[in-house]
């Protein structure tokens, strides 16, 4: 495997050539994301070809040749420096074309997603800095703290818009927050052994889900916003109606604290990553174990799927990012770089990845697949 960092901001784009219309279908071409798109709907990856004869087209489009999926060989790594302190939480916002991270030195940053400038350093929080989430529309981002707060913020002004005290009883952490895909509520996790359930245009609490009995981790929002899933120190998953706030399951598997969670994009797959350095797959209609990938030398901090949900991230505590083929669960590539634990990992795009470090680290990073 061959890396490079690279300090250019300057990123070569590959081009697609037209394809010329030739027959009475209608063909789209796209020039920066290399699609072909016919009117049934279907929509394949598309390589350079001479074409000129109808039938061409017409065998181009019944036979079309599928864009390879990323090998992760080679690749170059853009490291991002400007917290203070270590990282726990990066978040994308394709909307927008930026990336947002959260950080133990109480700020959140955004940064260019292509040039990975630093546009602006958001201030509010009175302690570490340990989730953000965008809304789905990308015109706001969530974030949470350990001083028990919630903030709301524009991003077009970067300007604050609410902020709730989420655990006013206690002023526990909460440890993670996130918008549900449907953009009507924000949903978090706390130190209070809890998850709460908040309307995300007025701020009002809806519910509060009571039922491990340790401190939650995290939690994640099924595609179709209909289910919450949640991980805890207790070593449990649970499943819960978002509606209503009624548990579903109580999944168990894990044989020490469960840290992080993410469904995959077509909702079939639940994956969870543990202390107990394993990675387990789920399955989100029967709740049974797929398989467990196992490969990381310590606990696994996040985990996110690509879009077409074919690939598995993880970061965990040994500094490495891992990418995992979700079909068999053998590991692709293991990505090193960082000098510190990974605490947090998202999928911008199908070969494009942002982490972020812990502290001795402090640092964001940008890994793209140049195959």
């Not at 995959?264 to 994956?271: E, F, G, K, R, V």
């Not at 494009?352 to 001795?360: K, N, R």
């Not at 402090?362 to 195959?371: E, I, S, T």
């Given at each position: ?14 081009q ?9 279908k209608?063909v789209?071409i796209?020039?920066?994301?290399a ?72 700020t ?22 340990l ?57 978090n ?33 099924s ?31 894990h ?7 993410a ?16 990675i ?71 070969r ?9 680290d ?10």
């Open positions: 495997m061959a890396i490079w960092e690279k300090n250019s901001s300057n990123i070569e784009q590959q697609i050539p037209h394809i010329r219309k030739k027959s009475n209608r789209f796209s020039a920066s994301f699609t072909l798109v016919t009117l049934s709907g279907g929509i394949y990856g598309c390589a350079e070809q001479k074409i000129s004869e109808p039938q061409a087209i017409e065998e181009s489009i019944k036979t079309p040749q599928l864009v390879a999926d990323p090998t992760w060989e080679h690749v170059e790594i853009k490291p991002l420096s400007g917290h203070a302190e270590g990282i726990w939480s990066v978040a994308i916002n394709q909307e927008q074309n930026l990336f947002a991270t959260a950080s133990e030195d109480r959140i940053k955004l940064w260019n997603l292509e040039t990975g400038e630093l546009i602006n350093t958001l201030k509010g929080h009175d302690r570490a800095v989730s953000v989430s965008f809304s789905p529309d990308g015109k706001q981002l969530v974030s949470s703290s350990k001083d028990g707060i919630i903030k709301v913020w524009n991003v077009q002004t970067q300007t604050l818009i609410r902020t709730v005290d989420a655990n006013p009883e206690n002023s526990k952490a909460v440890r993670s927050v996130v918008y549900s895909p449907d953009g009507m509520k924000i949903v996790s706390s130190w209070d052994n809890t998850i709460k359930i908040w309307n995300a245009k007025t701020g009002e609490l809806i519910h509060t889900l009571t039922g491990h009995n340790k401190g939650v981790f995290a939690v994640a929002v595609p179709d916003s209909q289910t919450i899933a949640s991980v805890s120190q207790d070593k449990t998953i649970k499943i819960w109606n978002l509606e209503t706030g009624e548990l579903i399951k109580t999944i168990e598997g044989t020490d604290n469960v840290r992080t969670v469904f995959s994009p077509d909702n079939n797959i639940l994956a969870t990553g543990s202390v107990d350095k394993t387990k797959l789920w399955n989100t209609k029967t709740y049974k174990l797929i398989n467990t990938l196992s490969g990381h030398s310590k606990y696994i901090n996040s985990v996110a799927f690509s879009a077409n949900g074919k690939t598995l991230v993880s970061a965990a505590e040994d500094k490495t990012i891992a990418l995992w083929n979700v079909a068999d669960g053998k590991r692709i590539r293991t990505l090193d770089g960082s000098l510190a634990g990974v605490n947090s990992v998202a999928f911008a795009d199908p494009t990845i942002v982490s972020g470090s812990a502290a001795g402090d640092k964001a990073r940008v890994w793209r697949d140049r195959d």
